[in-house]
Every structure is written in C-alpha cells, then in structure tokens.
C-alpha cells in the first residue's frame, strides 16, 4: 500500500479576539453595528433628556410689559424656571409648579394689569374732534382714578365710569356729573364706611361740582356699599339687615350650644327669627297741673285799678246865684286812705258818687315739658322653632332604633329654649320645640370604576408610557442589530494555515481509505474522483484550499 504524505505547518495566530471577530466581518455587518450602537446612544440620550426636562404650561397670558417684567422679577427671586412663548406674550413654568407659584404671585396682587390715565392725551391724532379729545380726556380721568383706588391694600382691581354732560352756557339748568365705581375686593378682605366714604370723596373731588351723594360704589358681588340717598326711608339699609341676621345666628348658636349636649350632634335643628324696631321716635308733651287742695301759689304779677268820683254838693233848685257856686276844696289827705265807695267825701254831700275797681292777679302755673326719643334696634318680638330627632338606640339583635323624646324631657328642653333666647310673654315672644324623625337621604352609591380606568391609574400610565417605549425601542435594537454582530465577534476564530515550505504531497496510485471498501475491477467511485480532484487542487493551487477552509470555519458559503 502506497502512502502520500503533505508537510503542512499549522500553528494558531495569536491577535485581539474582538479586533479579529470585527475583522472577519462583513461591510453589511459592520453598518449594522454601528447603526445599532448610535441608536441605543440616541435612545439612552433621549431617555436621560426627558428625565431632566419639566414639562411646561402657560403661568399667565397676554400680559403687558409692566406686569411681565414685576412676574419675571419674582421668579428670578423665588429661583423659578421660566421660559417665553408666544413672541414673549407668555409666560411659561414646570407644570408641577403652576399652581403653587399663582397663589404666591396672588398674594403679592400680581399681575396687576395696565391702566392707562393721562397718557392717553399724549397720543393726540391729527384732525381730532372735539368730541374724541373729551373722550380721550374721561377716559384718562377714569384711569387715574383706577389707579388711585386700586392703590389701596384691600383692593384688588377697580373701574371707575364717569357721567360726565357737555356743559352749555345756553341752558338754565346744567345736568350734574355723577360716577359708578366697581370693586374686586381681595379674597378675605373687607371695606368699612369709612373707606367707602374715602373712596366717594376721592371721586367726587377729582370731578368739577360733583356731588359725594352721585357717586355710587359696588363690590364684586353687586352689593351697594355707598349709602343711597334715600337709604333712612326706604329702609334698605345694610347695615339693618346685617344687625337682624347676627342677632338671629346669635340666638340660634345659643340654642344649638344648650340642646346639642342632650341629643347629641346633628340631632337639632334651630331657626330664630328677630322682629328688630328701627324706627326713630322722638316725642314731646307739654303738662298744667292746677293748683289743688288750697295749696299756696306764688303770685307772678298783681294789677289793681280804681276809678270814680265822690259825691259832691251840687247846685240844685231854682238856678240863681246860689245854685251856681263853684265847688269847695277838698280837705282829703294825700296819703290816706281811700273812701269807701258810697262814702261821701268829708265836707261833702249825703249823695252817693260813682266808684269803680278793677283787679287782675297773675299767678305761677305748673309747667312740665318732656322730650322723649325712642333706640334704634329694638327687639320687638322673638320667634324660635326648634326640631329634635328622635333617640336612637339599639336593641338586643344589635338593630338600630329610634323612639321619641318622653313629653317631660321635652318640657325641660323647651324651659331651655326659653331661658335661653330670654323670653318675654309680654312682648309676644314663641318658642315651638318639636320631636320628630330626621330623614335622611342616602348619596347614591357611585360604581367603582376599573382599576385602569382610574385617575392615578391614568396618570402613572401616561407617566411610563414614554420610558417604557424607549426600553422596548432599545431593546428592538439591541436584539435585532447589537446582539447578532456581538455573537459573530465572539464566535471562535478559525485556525490559521501558514505554509512552512512548499506542500509535498506524495501520492500514492492506490491509496488506504480507512473505512471505505476498495473499487472493484479498478472502477473509479465519485468519492474517489472528488479526493483525486481535491488533492490536484491541493497541489496547484495552496492558497485557494486555505480559502476555503477558512470560509468553512467562518460559516461562510464558497465563492
């Protein structure tokens, strides 16, 4: 048996397991890989940039360049984020942060907004009316006054509407100016009379000849808070309403303290109604008391007045020279005292004279006057009605219960009631405490919805949803273009052939084929034209065998 014998060097190469797996590698292969590197680089960048970039909402819109600037000022101080939007017109902050930094600004009563006042006469057209420039005039009138009440603490926004006639020296009677002012009060804060009657004032004098009584003042909420000049007689007047109501809850907050600790809470009901005199009543009455019982009197004045003549001789008889004699003189003393009337004078005649006396005493008269005004704000009558629920209670099966109140407690709790509000029988005042079952009304039970239809279900799905897509895109990409190029760099290398010296092959005519039976008659088998083929090729062309035997170990297919 003949042999045939190839000298072949064969010894392994020894170079960088990846450098040479990424060297065996296609150009196809090669773009895979490094396109599926840059992705998961680009993943994990947009992955790390959606963690650190908040997501925005508008803080506030179309603001003006003042209220921007004060807002922009505070979020710098308050080391807030912020961008611009909309060509600067808003303003932008993280989302998680809207609310909270809106009720801080508030509290600081930003933004305020833009009130133009006499500036508005500066942008004076050409070819003006006359009619525009008195209009651009109120208007800048009703800005400034704006401003000037919006500059109080508990203000929080304000217009001002002017009435104000065109002035004509032809009419004999000129209409008079009158103002409307509307104000939005700050959450908590109130205005009293006497800062509503500042606010009247200030309008009034910025006005020419307005009177405080046409200026009228509103809140938010339309309530009139100017006194209207007729407030005394239509009897409209807020502060009455108020005073009713405060005496009313204070009453009933009486009887809820008393009852409440007896039948337990929400098991009373209470409703006081106060019937509040505000009338004005202003009396006077003027008393003579006669003088009675002979009592004394003091004498005030006293006049006496006597008049008439004594009786004199006169001539009587025959006239003649004895008849018509004069009087004698009278021999009365000056101071003495008078002559009883009938009395003749001494010297005189028995005749009678005439005599009259007048006398006019004026005595002191008992005078009282009294003036009485009556209080504002009597309490005329009070009325209370009272419900009490029954007594709940729980029986041997552990059922809840109720039964009413036994007539004698609710006689006690209606002493109660009246002890408590005061009760006057001769003012008219009532007190009606009544027993009865509370009904209650039991909500509607709403149906539990699913648990992924539920809002923090909701929002911890839109919260992963963008993290969990990237995973899966980076995952896509590891597996379909990282992963097979790494299998195709770690695979095992295959051995490496150097030819030491030329290949001698010595071949034999009839070589051994260790497990196959020789040809018959000298015949040739396919196996053995294939071997005889390979050997040839082996012999003529070394560096070709090699080449195929390394794209055997690589897994590739012959060229």
Do not use: C
């Amino acid at each position: 048996m003949s042999t045939s014998v190839a000298e072949l060097d064969i010894q392994p190469v020894r170079r960088n397991a990846l450098a040479e797996g990424f060297s065996r590698m296609t150009q196809a292969q090669k773009i895979k890989l490094g396109a599926g590197l840059l992705a998961l680089l680009a993943i994990a960048l947009a992955a790390i940039f959606m963690n650190r970039q908040p997501d925005w909402r508008v803080l506030f819109a179309n603001l003006s360049d003042k209220d921007g600037g004060a807002i922009v000022a505070q979020l710098s101080q308050m080391n807030v984020p912020y961008k611009h939007a909309e060509g600067g017109g808003a303003i932008m902050v993280p989302a998680d942060k809207v609310h909270d930094i809106r009720l801080r600004l508030a509290s600081q009563g930003l933004p305020k907004g833009t009130v133009n006042g006499f500036e508005l006469m500066e942008a004076n057209r050409f070819g003006m009316t006359q009619f525009q420039e008195r209009l651009t005039f109120q208007r800048g009138l009703e800005g400034e006054l704006t401003r000037s009440i919006q500059s109080l603490s508990s203000v929080q926004a304000a217009r001002v509407h002017l009435a104000l006639p065109n002035q004509n020296g032809f009419f004999r009677e000129q209409q008079k100016a009158s103002a409307s002012v509307l104000l939005t009060l700050h959450p908590g804060r109130t205005l009293d009379r006497a800062q509503v009657a500042g606010i009247v004032h200030l309008v009034a004098s910025s006005v020419p000849e307005m009177n405080p009584k046409a200026v009228s003042v509103v809140d938010d909420a339309g309530n009139l808070l100017s006194n209207a000049p007729d407030a005394s007689q239509s009897g409209t007047d807020t502060q009455k309403l108020q005073y009713v109501q405060q005496i009313e809850q204070l009453y009933t907050r009486r009887i809820m303290d008393m009852l409440e600790p007896l039948v337990g809470a929400g098991n009373v009901k209470a409703q006081v109604t106060a019937d509040v005199d505000f009338s004005q009543v202003e009396s006077t009455s003027e008393q003579h008391a006669p003088n009675q019982g002979g009592a004394p009197s003091a004498v005030r004045s006293q006049q006496l007045v006597e008049d008439g003549t004594a009786a004199s001789a006169q001539p009587s008889g025959v006239p003649g020279a004895v008849s018509n004699q004069p009087p004698a003189q009278g021999t009365a003393p000056i101071n003495g005292p008078a002559a009883p009337v009938g009395v003749a004078a001494q010297g005189g005649t028995d005749k009678p004279g005439n005599q009259r006396r007048e006398s006019v005493v004026n005595y002191e008269v008992d005078k009282t006057v009294k003036v009485v005004r009556e209080s504002t704000g009597n309490i005329r009558r009070l009325s209370a009605a009272v419900v009490v629920n029954h007594r709940a209670f729980t029986d041997k099966t552990g059922k809840s219960l109720a039964s009413p109140i036994p007539p004698e407690q609710l006689e006690q709790m209606t002493a109660l009631v009246r002890e408590t509000i005061g009760f006057n029988r001769e003012r008219g005042d009532s007190v009606n405490l009544v027993n009865a079952p509370f009904q209650v009304e039991k909500a509607p039970e709403a149906e539990a919805a699913a648990w992924w239809q539920q809002p923090e279900q909701m929002e911890l799905a839109r919260s992963l949803s963008a993290p969990a897509g990237l995973l899966a895109l980076a995952l896509l990409v590891f597996f379909g273009l990282i992963r097979p190029s790494m299998r195709l760099i770690k695979s095992p290398a295959p051995v490496a052939i150097r030819q030491a010296q030329p290949v001698n092959a010595l071949l034999n005519d009839t070589p051994e084929r260790p497990g196959l039976p020789m040809p018959a008659d000298g015949a040739e088998s396919p196996e053995f034209r294939r071997l005889s083929d390979a050997r040839r090729l082996a012999l003529e062309n070394p560096a070709a065998v090699a080449n195929i035997v390394k794209g055997w170990v690589n897994g590739e297919a012959p060229a």
